[in-house]
């Protein structure tokens, strides 16, 4: 059975940084791209980043320059540094899995696997 678990939420000032991290289990992950999305109160799912196996990424418009995802392939684990929060990033952060090999999905209709999803709360 496979689990996305995801850690590492909580609340941050603007400006401020955490650290998401996302441990997968139930199965080899090589070859999966592992992402992560993000959802506001009354708004839609939204692409946050993306990361390969080769660890080649993506991001979304929203972070880029202030986001990293990285992820250790010998732990299944995939993580998501955010800096410089601002109040806007403040949603339920999701962790998801995609077996398409090689490809960076953005569509949460692409994967296949989703954790509970984790609180990010940003104070301005």
């Known amino acids: 059975q496979v689990q996305l678990i995801e850690s590492g939420g909580g609340l941050a000032q603007a400006g401020g940084s955490l650290r998401l991290s996302c441990a997968a289990s139930?199965?080899?992950?090589?070859?999966?791209?592992l992402g992560w999305f993000r959802q506001a109160p009354g708004k839609e799912r939204e692409f946050v980043a993306v990361i390969q196996w080769s660890r080649s990424s993506r991001y979304g418009d929203s972070v880029k320059g202030r986001f990293t995802i990285s992820r250790d392939n010998a732990k299944n684990t995939v993580y998501l540094q955010m800096n410089s929060l601002k109040p806007e990033d403040t949603a339920v952060y999701y962790c998801?899995?995609?077996?398409?090999?090689?490809?960076?999905?953005?569509?949460?209709?692409?994967?296949?696997?989703w954790g509970q999803g984790t609180q990010v709360t940003v104070s301005s």
């Open positions: 998801a899995a995609d077996s398409s090999f090689g490809r960076l999905p953005v569509a949460a209709g692409d994967y296949s696997y």
């Open positions: 139930g199965r080899t992950f090589s070859g999966y791209a």
